[in-house]
């Protein structure tokens, strides 16, 4: 939910522990601008508008089934990215009827994107705004461990639910619309043996769509797993997921596309059993652990109302997971519906189980190939294919290894994990040791603190009313003399 990115301007220390723990309380703070909220604000405008460009060809050629896919794949994701909007601002029971006109206009992300920059621009001239609430961290510098404070006004916690809402759309429009509208436009192009200018345009947004989306996956994951430390990414460790995560979903969406254009209607197959594997997979799991389905997704829901709406979650899990990593897993009886822990396991048996699908998906392409691949060199394209697949993997590896913000909080790294597997007898040895060796490169501190943009501002663990401040202090302390 980190929805306000905050700026560290000047700040006096409030408190000094004596093993040098330090609350630094920050009175003032300066709101960055709203970079996500434009960003897919811009990616939603320039596909919908490049996909009904492309419908109008489709229909001055007749071309019906094109057509109709295209149509489909446009208003799905503008439709739900409206209602998502709309729920997770509650104006159903808000006096807004021209907000909700424009939602029906399907311009819901246009006038969030201008609501969410005139909060941006007013704050910046508002002075000493009063604070609504104080939101706490965790920050580690120098191998010491203290204690964050931030006054969030009432500009950043409205700004905060803006950036939230459209980082959630982001991943809506990209694996409900994004997605399979780059692989139907992929597939028509190869059976029809030419590119139109307009389906390269639709091509080429909804690629960066998809794999911004990803990106979003990615960091959400991270700062709702890590959500007791504030960390901010360096670029090197965007270039890196940029780099992993566009090969990922390249190489995908082709392998399933050149699939398709030889066993037509066994792709269908291959889809359906990936989607109603991951779909049923975190239910199966739930049931399993025989726990009860969580209240605080919306309180005004009742058990069906709430199972629908988990069902919903399933399906866009499901829908990520078809074609890339989706970073995440599920656990319906959490309050954020999202397991903390990191299953370095299931990372690998996703990954080698993918790896292995995109080969045989190849492979059988490859044996029933049409006279069409006669003037492109089969053999090579398969090559690449799998090779551009395996450098997704290396840039994973490497981000995981170099890169990710908080790896000096991981019990076990890549560089362990490759140790372990190499050295196998030895493994227990090596694990009675572990102590007693110095901290190797793999989980030396690569922490980059800055001041927080709060992560829950009306949750529990990271607000609190200005009036119990000495209380939530004092318990804060005590939580962490305990870990």
């Known amino acids: 939910m980190h929805g306000v990115t905050v700026e560290e301007p000047e700040g006096e220390l409030s408190d000094v522990d004596p093993r040098g723990s330090v609350t630094l309380a920050v009175n003032r703070s300066r709101i960055r601008p709203p970079f996500s909220v434009l960003l897919a604000t811009a990616l939603y405008c320039a596909e919908f508008v490049a996909a009904a460009v492309l419908c109008s060809l489709y229909r001055k050629t007749d071309d019906v089934i094109w057509l109709g896919f295209t149509v489909a794949f446009m208003?799905?994701?503008?439709?739900?990215?409206?209602?998502?909007?709309?729920?997770?601002?509650?104006?159903?029971?808000?006096?807004?009827?021209?907000?909700?006109?424009?939602?029906?206009?399907?311009?819901?992300?246009?006038?969030?994107?201008?609501?969410?920059?005139?909060?941006?621009?007013?704050?910046?001239?508002?002075?000493?705004?009063?604070?609504?609430?104080?939101?706490?961290?965790k920050s580690l510098k120098k191998g010491q461990e203290g204690l964050m404070e931030w006054e969030i006004g009432r500009s950043e916690r409205n700004l905060a639910t803006h950036r939230d809402a459209f980082k959630r759309t982001a991943?809506?429009?990209?694996?409900?619309?994004?997605?399979?509208?780059?692989?139907?436009?992929?597939?028509?192009?190869i059976q029809e043996k030419y590119l139109l200018p307009a389906r390269l345009a639709v091509m080429i947004i909804t690629l960066i769509s998809i794999t911004y989306g990803a990106l979003v996956c990615s960091t959400l994951a991270i700062q709702i797993r890590y959500d007791d430390y504030k960390v901010r990414m360096r670029p090197m460790a965007y270039l890196c997921m940029i780099v992993w995560r566009g090969l990922e979903i390249a190489t995908r969406i082709t392998t399933l596309v050149l699939f398709s254009t030889a066993l037509t209607y066994w792709v269908i197959l291959v889809g359906m059993?990936?989607?109603?594997?991951?779909?049923?997979?975190?239910?199966?799991?739930?049931?399993?652990?025989?726990?009860?389905?969580?209240?605080?997704?919306?309180?005004n829901f009742s058990?069906?109302?709430?199972?629908?709406?988990?069902?919903?979650?399933?399906?866009?899990?499901?829908?990520?997971?078809?074609?890339?990593?989706?970073?995440?897993?599920?656990?319906?009886?959490?309050?954020?519906?999202?397991?903390?822990?990191?299953?370095?396991?299931?990372?690998?048996?996703?990954?080698?189980?993918?790896?292995?699908?995109?080969?045989?998906?190849?492979?059988?392409?490859?044996?029933?190939?049409?006279?069409?691949?006669?003037?492109?060199?089969?053999?090579?394209?398969?090559?690449?294919?799998?090779?551009?697949?395996?450098?997704?993997?290396?840039?994973?590896?490497?981000?995981?290894?170099?890169?990710?913000?908080?790896?000096?909080?991981?019990?076990?790294?890549?560089?362990?994990?490759?140790?372990?597997?190499?050295?196998?007898?030895?493994?227990g040895a090596a694990s009675r040791s572990?102590?007693?060796?110095?901290?190797?490169?793999?989980t030396a501190a690569t922490m980059v603190l800055m001041p927080e943009e709060p992560l829950e501002l009306l949750g529990p663990r990271h607000?609190?009313?200005v009036g119990s401040r000495g209380e939530r202090e004092m318990d804060v302390v005590d939580m962490t003399e305990a870990a």
């Open 75 to 137: 208003l799905l994701p503008a439709l739900l990215i409206q209602l998502a909007l709309t729920f997770i601002h509650r104006d159903l029971g808000r006096d807004r009827p021209m907000v909700l006109f424009l939602h029906l206009l399907l311009l819901g992300p246009v006038i969030r994107c201008f609501e969410a920059l005139v909060i941006f621009i007013k704050a910046g001239k508002i002075e000493n705004e009063p604070y609504v609430t104080i939101s706490r961290q």
């Open 171 to 189: 991943v809506i429009q990209a694996f409900l619309g994004s997605a399979p509208q780059l692989t139907l436009q992929l597939y028509a192009s």
């Open 273 to 299: 059993v990936n989607l109603l594997f991951f779909f049923f997979l975190p239910w199966a799991e739930f049931w399993a652990r025989k726990g009860s389905l969580t209240q605080d997704v919306e309180k």
């Open 303 to 427: 058990k069906l109302g709430t199972t629908v709406v988990l069902s919903m979650f399933t399906l866009l899990y499901a829908c990520i997971n078809v074609f890339c990593w989706s970073a995440v897993q599920l656990d319906f009886s959490h309050r954020e519906l999202i397991e903390r822990k990191q299953q370095w396991g299931r990372l690998a048996a996703y990954y080698a189980a993918r790896f292995l699908e995109n080969f045989l998906l190849i492979g059988l392409w490859y044996l029933f190939k049409s006279d069409f691949y006669e003037y492109v060199c089969a053999p090579l394209l398969a090559v690449q294919l799998l090779i551009l697949y395996g450098l997704a993997l290396l840039f994973m590896l490497l981000f995981y290894q170099f890169c990710h913000p908080c790896r000096r909080l991981f019990k076990y790294n890549v560089h362990d994990c490759l140790h372990c597997f190499c050295c196998r007898p030895g493994r």
């Open 434 to 442: 572990r102590g007693k060796l110095p901290h190797s490169y793999s």
């Open 463 to 465: 607000s609190q009313p």
